[in-house]
């Protein structure tokens, strides 16, 4: 008796090993968006009006919030949000959780306002990282690439100038299998994210 208990035991062993790795492995159904991230220059200088690279975050779910979880390497971010209230919300850093509907602006100061001390900085190439969560449960992701280029003056078109052009290197969400969540771990999202800056 207590022999088949052991081959009992070792067996769902087995059985519950194999179905981590099932799990583990089972493929991911991504869907591609181009809705949820939305550039809104296409170049930025020093010189324009505005403050820095705008970038607008919408949720992929209609009529349903989600958080944005963004972080820059290079450069700073101002975070531009709307509180319960009503009242405008800016913030300043290399990172932090933004609602949908709320704004992101890149720049290359290295340091939050005010700026005498703090001059520009000189940025070749910076990735801003987007991670997208409903209710904690990974739903998405997304890659921005900020890149220092030149083009003609509008004043002098024989001159060129120094500015900084964007784009969404990638951009896809997780949708619900049969009502259900699909999973993925932070640390997996993140290889993803890694190798899409690195190809």
């Given at each position: 008796m207590?022999?088949?208990?052991?081959?009992?035991?070792?067996?769902?062993?087995?059985?519950?090993?194999?179905?981590?790795?099932?799990?583990?492995?089972?493929?991911?159904?991504?869907?591609?968006?181009?809705?949820?991230?939305?550039?809104?220059?296409?170049?930025?200088?020093?010189?324009?009006?505005?403050?820095?690279?705008?970038?607008?975050?919408?949720?992929?779910?209609?009529?349903?919030?989600?958080?944005?979880?963004?972080?820059?390497?290079?450069?700073?971010?101002?975070?531009?949000?709307?509180?319960?209230d009503g009242e405008r919300k800016v913030t300043f850093g290399k990172s932090d959780d933004i609602v949908s509907g709320g704004q992101i602006v890149w720049t290359n100061r290295n340091s939050a306002p005010p700026y005498e001390n703090y001059p520009y900085y000189d940025v070749e190439t910076a990735f801003i990282d987007v991670i997208v969560k409903e209710e904690n449960h990974i739903i998405g992701y997304a890659v921005i690439k900020i890149y220092r280029t030149s083009i003609p003056s509008e004043v002098n078109p024989n001159e060129m100038v120094q500015v900084y052009g964007g784009e969404v290197l990638a951009s896809s969400v997780l949708p619900k299998l049969n009502g259900n969540y699909q999973v993925i771990s932070e640390e997996e999202i993140l290889d993803i994210i890694k190798n899409i800056k690195h190809y």
């Amino acid at each position: 008796m207590k022999k088949k208990k052991v081959i009992i035991t070792a067996l769902f062993s087995i059985s519950l090993a194999l179905a981590l790795v099932a799990c583990k492995n089972t493929k991911l159904v991504w869907e591609e968006t181009d809705s949820m991230i939305e550039l809104e220059t296409t170049y930025w200088t020093e010189t324009f009006s505005i403050s820095g690279y705008i970038i607008n975050l919408k949720s992929p779910i209609e009529a349903q919030p989600v958080t944005f979880s963004i972080s820059v390497d290079e450069g700073l971010l101002a975070f531009d949000t709307i509180n319960e209230d009503g009242e405008r919300k800016v913030t300043f850093g290399k990172s932090d959780d933004i609602v949908s509907g709320g704004q992101i602006v890149w720049t290359n100061r290295n340091s939050a306002p005010p700026y005498e001390n703090y001059p520009y900085y000189d940025v070749e190439t910076a990735f801003i990282d987007v991670i997208v969560k409903e209710e904690n449960h990974i739903i998405g992701y997304a890659v921005i690439k900020i890149y220092r280029t030149s083009i003609p003056s509008e004043v002098n078109p024989n001159e060129m100038v120094q500015v900084y052009g964007g784009e969404v290197l990638a951009s896809s969400v997780l949708p619900k299998l049969n009502g259900n969540y699909q999973v993925i771990s932070e640390e997996e999202i993140l290889d993803i994210i890694k190798n899409i800056k690195h190809y």
